[in-house]
């Protein structure tokens, strides 16, 4: 993709997460189960890195990247996950009700529009 000196980094942004929205639409089904691996928790226990991806058709469909960018996560670059803040709960199901709410949202539909199930391995 060739920047345009004239589109802000804002903008680049948005594309982005627009983009990441209708590929995560395309990909995931109602009742979708999304797998977690938790790649690493730090030594004080406040942030995790997380992989996510889903099975579509007896193929792994990876979800870290689309996921960053439409929830706005950071990536980890050794792990390819997630860096996920936060402890005291499952932060794994932390992201993927953040995914299924913002996806509601956005198509302006009930939160069991697609009821996304996580399942950590």
């Known amino acids: 993709m060739i920047l345009d000196k004239t589109i802000s980094k804002k903008q680049v942004k948005l594309n ?3 983009s990441a929205e209708s590929r995560l639409e395309d990909i995931l089904d109602v009742g979708q189960e999304i797998y977690c691996i938790i790649r690493h928790v730090s ?26 960018d439409y929830l706005d996560y950071r990536m980890n670059k050794y792990h390819d996950a ?14 993927v009700n953040h995914l299924n709410l913002k996806l509601s949202h956005s198509r302006n539909t009930t939160y069991l529009e697609y009821h996304l199930k996580h399942r950590i391995i």
């Not at 030594?43 to 960053?68: E, Q, T």
């Open 16 to 18: 982005s997460m627009w």
């Open 43 to 68: 030594k004080s226990g406040m942030s995790r890195h997380i992989s996510f991806f889903c099975i579509v058709d007896n193929d792994p469909r990876f979800l870290s990247g689309l996921i960053a």
């Open 82 to 95: 997630l860096v996920v803040g936060g402890c005291g709960m499952d932060m794994a199901f932390s992201v």
